[in-house]
């Protein structure tokens, strides 16, 4: 069966007035329908670059070298038009902003409506009611008052879960969460949490969950992959990845997480060091000088791809039996 | 005691022609409903809670920078309320203040030098030498001596953090207030500012005041935990006994919704401040609520030395004793 997504060995550069800046490098991952991802990475591993690029939404000044298939069409081959279409049609979007991704000046309803102007076939009154009801499949209570409603006389949640309602109307192949619940509070967190799950069924595709926080992906994901200064370092399934990390950057990474410390401690394990500048050019493995394991080779020798069983991998040197 | 508060209450105007027509209770917006805490000597405090619960507003209100209706605060032995500049002046100079966004509340313009060493123009302090003194406090928080002419837009989040807790420092303050401290860095990183915090503390001796809505940092950093709602804190205790042992329903909820434990999803969200909700303002949402939460407010209980809950049917048994 062919992948929903099929990216291989995709490299994006940025060009910025004080030279090339390599975004993302060699990267290659298929998504599955019916799957849920999740991409993790820190600040400027090139999570949202990548996730940019899956809804064709990159900036002009970004070369791109490989390829990157949606329902097997090239995405980077569509023309404007077409690119347009697919991100009404084929893929969604979900902000980690609730604030700011709903238009301040117009009614909830006005913007569920628009959002299904892809959809052929249905008149206005069809397109209200299938908002109407997806607010109720969102848990939101009493919509057809909420449809009548601006952004700023809702809460936080209550915004977020309108985006998702939003998101599900275009009845998209593939679904991207960036950072869903980052501005939300704790119980809100949860409930939105709870939503998302619940949103497998509701998609007839993909869901892409980019985040920082692995106990979000614990919680939600089939499969993970890791993110570091622009290179996919490992991807696995997640229960494998969590409980058995291969590369040492998420072994660190998992270790730096205060929720999986045990004991209260008073020390937290760090990741010396810094992200590398992806405007210098580098050789060798992009972590080799923050990892605790690193030897010569890794400084000199970009590292191979190892596979494992289960559909997993990693690039690492210390691998290599 | 550096820190000491008594029945805070903060009181915010709502806005408005219309604010005149309402009723004279709901011209108000109690944020803060009288707030209690204490905190000694080279400890660390955690405020933990929602968007709402008034966690930024308390450690605003601790040097003056709140409009205080009622209550007491004292900061190192010195006692300030209401409004006025006397007292707070001087609780200013002990309390070093970390606020919630450092690039924001770092001004563009000032190189770091100037920034570290802003505290002694402010509080007219002599014989200083800035450089040498600026010099001084990026040693202090890791930073080297090539950083004192960079400008803000020039550091990464991490390095922002360090600033902010290098000016924090400067006066050599016995409390240090630090309003989400590891909020939006990411966690290799977050990791190092608190581990710089927690070595300040064993090397100067000052106390924290940590408001934060991150549980799982709270847990591992925080001697003591206070859990607000709504302006008020509804359960306080040693971290160690509170995380195991919650007795609130909203303390239990909030652990429940990180990891560990049966999860409790909450319903709905804390609701308007004006009015307030009647009896027990969590009644709403909590999932043991009996009758009497809706009209009667709950009575503090003490659930054991230190340990204390906001709640008509504490989780956990109080003490013989009983109701304090």
């Known amino acids: 069966m062919t992948p929903l997504l099929d990216i291989a060995d995709l490299s994006i550069t940025y060009a910025a007035a004080s030279g090339p800046v390599r975004a993302l490098r060699n990267v290659s991952l298929t998504i599955a329908k019916g799957e849920v991802l999740g991409l993790v990475g820190e600040s400027g591993s090139g999570k949202s670059t990548l996730a940019s690029a899956m809804m064709a939404l990159l900036p002009a000044n970004a070369a791109v070298n490989g390829r990157l298939e949606f329902n097997g069409a090239d995405l980077f081959a569509l023309g404007p038009e077409a690119r347009r279409r697919l991100r009404g049609n084929g893929v969604a979007a979900i902000f980690q902003d609730p604030f700011t991704a709903l238009n301040p000046a117009t009614r909830i309803g006005v913007q569920l409506i628009e959002f299904q102007h892809h959809k052929t076939g249905i008149g206005h009154a069809e397109r209200s009611r299938r908002a109407v009801a997806m607010l109720g499949r969102v848990g939101i209570s009493d919509p057809e008052r909420r449809m009548r409603q601006y952004p700023f006389e809702l809460s936080g949640g209550i915004r977020q879960r309108v985006l998702i309602a939003a998101a599900l109307l275009t009845e998209p192949q593939l679904l991207i969460a960036d950072e869903p619940t980052t501005a939300l509070d704790a119980t809100t967190e949860m409930q939105v949490v709870a939503l998302l799950r619940a949103s497998r069924a509701l998609v007839d595709g993909a869901i892409v969950l980019v985040t920082h926080d692995m106990r979000l992906v614990a919680d939600l994901c089939d499969r993970v992959a890791v993110m570091y200064a622009g290179e996919l370092v490992e991807a696995g399934p997640t229960a494998e990845v969590v409980t058995r990390p291969r590369h040492p950057y998420t072994k660190a990474l998992l270790a730096c997480d205060p929720a999986r410390i045990a004991g209260p401690v008073r020390r937290f394990p760090t990741i010396p060091g810094q992200v590398p500048d992806p405007a210098i050019p580098r050789d060798g493995c992009a972590f080799a000088a923050r990892c605790t394991e690193a030897s010569g080779i890794c400084l000199t020798t970009p590292p191979p791809m190892v596979r494992g ?11 290599v039996a | 005691m550096v820190l000491e508060i008594e029945d805070l209450v903060v009181r915010y105007k709502t806005g408005g022609w219309a604010g005149a027509l309402r009723s004279k209770s709901q011209r108000h ?33 601790v040097v003056g920078l709140a409009p205080i209706a009622a209550g007491v605060v004292r900061v190192d032995g010195m006692r300030a309320s209401g409004w006025g500049d006397g007292p707070w002046r001087f609780i200013r100079r002990k309390v070093g203040f970390m606020f919630q966004d450092p690039l924001a509340s770092l001004d563009p313009r000032m190189d770091v030098a100037t920034l570290v060493t802003e505290p002694f ?3 007219r302090t002599q014989g200083i030498d800035r450089r040498r003194e600026a010099a001084r406090l ?25 600033v902010s807790v290098a000016r924090a420092l400067a006066l050599k303050p016995k409390l240090v207030i630090a309003d989400e401290p590891t ?27 940590l408001i934060t809505h991150n549980l799982t940092v709270a847990r591992h950093v925080a001697d003591e935990i206070a859990v607000m709602y709504l302006g008020r804190i509804v359960e306080t205790g040693p971290t160690d006994a509170v995380y195991r042992l919650p007795a609130h329903p909203y303390t239990r909820a909030l652990l429940g919704a990180r990891g560990g434990g049966e999860r409790v999803v909450l319903e709905g969200e804390p609701p308007s401040l004006s009015p307030r909700p009647h009896g027990c303002e969590f009644h709403a949402r909590c999932p043991i ?8 407010p709950p009575a503090e209980q003490v659930i054991a030395p230190r340990h204390r809950v906001l709640c008509h049917f504490p989780l956990i048994q109080p003490q013989a004793a009983g109701t304090a």
């Open chain 1, 309 to 319: 069983d289960g559909g997993d991998f990693a690039r690492c040197h210390r691998l």
């Open chain 2, 29 to 61: 917006v109690e944020v803060l409903a009288g707030v209690g805490l204490e905190l000694n000597s080279g400890r660390t405090l955690g405020v933990v809670g929602e968007s709402g619960s008034g966690k930024t507003t308390l450690a605003r209100a």
């Open chain 2, 121 to 123: 123009v402010i509080h």
């Open chain 2, 138 to 162: 990026l040693d202090l928080v890791g930073l080297p001596a090539r950083f004192l002419d960079r400008y803000p837009y020039q550091l990464s989040g991490g390095q922002a953090r360090r």
């Open chain 2, 183 to 209: 909020a939006g860095l990411d966690l290799s990183i977050q990791g190092d500012v608190l581990n710089l915090m927690t070595d300040l503390q064993a090397e100067l001796g000052m106390s924290y005041l």
């Open chain 2, 289 to 296: 609520a009996k009758p009497r939460c809706q009209t009667e």
